[in-house]
């Protein structure tokens, strides 16, 4: 009788399961630390303006375009316009991680994977690309599909 214990084919899941846990972990901590930092950014929009923004805005060098949009992103509501579709992005990516841990929902963890993988949009990018990477290399293995509920 062979040994299948630790394999990807052994009963129950086990060897998938230990194959997700650490790309699910590492995305799951990359994700806290970036939602933790934008919570902090959500905070500090609410508070005055940079003096190097408001020197940027006094340059009489500025052209009168870019000082519009430099005025418009500055302001509370272009703080928060940029910030929470980050921290939305950067829950959706714990959470799918989390169903990942647990082999639950194969859709919400792909698309955790794949949104750590796009620059800009996962958490603490250089780090979560190579993460991201690694959880779609695993959860495209058949027998980890087959071991989602």
């Known amino acids: 009788m062979e040994n299948t214990y630790g394999?990807?084919?052994?009963p129950g899941g086990a060897g998938a399961k230990e194959a997700v846990m650490l790309p699910?972990?590492?995305l799951m901590v990359?994700?806290?630390?970036?939602?933790l930092l934008g919570l902090i950014s959500v905070l500090q929009s609410f508070g005055g303006t940079d003096p190097a923004v408001a020197e940027a805005l006094d340059n009489p060098d500025l052209p009168?375009?870019?000082r519009q949009l430099l005025a418009g992103m500055t302001t509370t509501g272009g703080k928060l316009l940029f910030t929470l579709p980050t921290l939305l992005l950067h829950g959706l990516v714990f959470f799918?991680?989390?169903k990942m841990k647990n082999l639950q929902s194969y859709g919400l963890s792909m698309a955790a994977a794949i949104i750590a993988v796009?620059?800009?949009?996962g958490p603490c990018v250089c780090l979560a690309i190579p993460v991201g990477i690694w959880a779609l290399v695993v959860l495209n293995k058949p027998e980890?599909?087959?071991a989602f509920t």
Not at 7 to 10: F, G, I, W, Y
Not at 118 to 121: T, Y
């Open 7 to 10: 394999s990807m084919n052994s």
């Open 64 to 66: 009168e375009g870019a």
């Open 96 to 98: 799918g991680a989390l």
């Open 144 to 146: 980890v599909k087959a």
């Open 30 to 35: 990359l994700s806290a630390i970036a939602l």
């Open 118 to 121: 796009i620059p800009c949009c």
């Open 24 to 26: 699910a972990i590492l």
